[in-house]
């Protein structure tokens, strides 16, 4: 069988783009999506997601780690699915899709997307981290001499030792400005850092808000990948209105024999 994909990037983090509307793809085949996401031996991707129509919205995203197994919410992967739906012509400059944390908005402007997160209830402040779910889980820890830091190596100890074989996602950041912060995130499901991460970037913007490392409501976050930015406003002990915004990028598209 031969599979029409496309390749998309939002700050360096990229996916496999599967047209699923007909509902052809093989969604229980753990090994095909971890061997198309395979950097040596197939595409080479931190997810793979299909897009498929929506019942309550302009279309349905499913996302699966690079691991194969279907997953949490990504950000990152969610305004590069905006911007597939948009080249598909399934929708135009604005639009609404479910995933599995729910119902999504998103606009479009000169190749950058702003996409709707869910609410954020509740945050948990811990002596030296913080943890939060932004549609999937994250540790937030601050760090000094983020640049030389052996994410991987870091994260898979947190990932694994701290938070079992569910395991979390691991971010650590360094202060830079006022309203700007540097980041680098291990990722479950990848088990490696990644170029960026669109949950990981929101929770540590409101991490830092909630901690009082910043007044701002608009935070940049700088990853290996490029700058996102998140803008949210304060609601009792959580946050809502929650947007990630950033460019997302169509890279390559092709035909690969699965």
């Known amino acids: 069988m031969k599979l029409n994909f496309y390749k998309y990037q939002g700050t360096g983090n990229d996916f496999v783009m599967i047209d699923n509307r007909q509902q052809f793809f093989p969604k229980n085949n753990i090994k095909l999506v971890n061997n198309l996401c395979d950097r040596r031996f197939g595409i080479?991707?931190?997810?793979?997601?299909?897009l498929e129509n929506g019942d309550e919205a302009d279309f349905k995203m499913v996302y699966y780690n690079a691991d194969g197994n279907e997953s949490t919410m990504c950000g990152n992967g969610g305004r590069c699915i905006v911007a597939f739906a948009n080249f598909l012509n399934v929708?135009?400059?604005e639009c609404t899709f479910m995933a599995v944390d729910g119902l999504h908005h998103a606009s479009i402007s000169e190749g950058i997307i702003s996409l709707a997160m869910q609410n954020v209830e509740s945050i948990n402040a811990f002596a030296n981290h913080v943890f939060l779910d932004t549609g999937s889980p994250h540790h937030v820890q601050l760090v000094n001499g983020l640049s030389a830091l052996d994410v991987k190596n870091h994260g898979a100890k947190l990932r694994y030792g701290k938070y079992g074989n569910e395991g979390s996602n691991i971010n650590f950041v360094e202060k830079e400005e006022a309203d700007t912060f540097s980041v680098r995130?291990?990722?479950?499901?990848?088990?490696?850092?990644t170029f960026s991460c669109g949950t990981g970037v929101t929770a540590v913007a409101l991490a830092m808000h909630h901690t009082q490392q910043t007044d701002s409501n608009q935070i940049n976050l700088k990853t290996p990948g490029g700058l996102l930015k998140v803008s949210f406003e304060k609601n009792g002990v959580g946050y809502k209105n929650i947007h990630l915004v950033g460019p997302a990028t169509q890279v390559f598209s092709g035909i690969i024999e699965i």
């Open 185 to 193: 995130t291990y990722e479950r499901g990848v088990e490696d850092e």
């Open 44 to 50: 080479g991707a931190d997810g793979l997601i299909l």
């Open 91 to 93: 929708v135009e400059d």
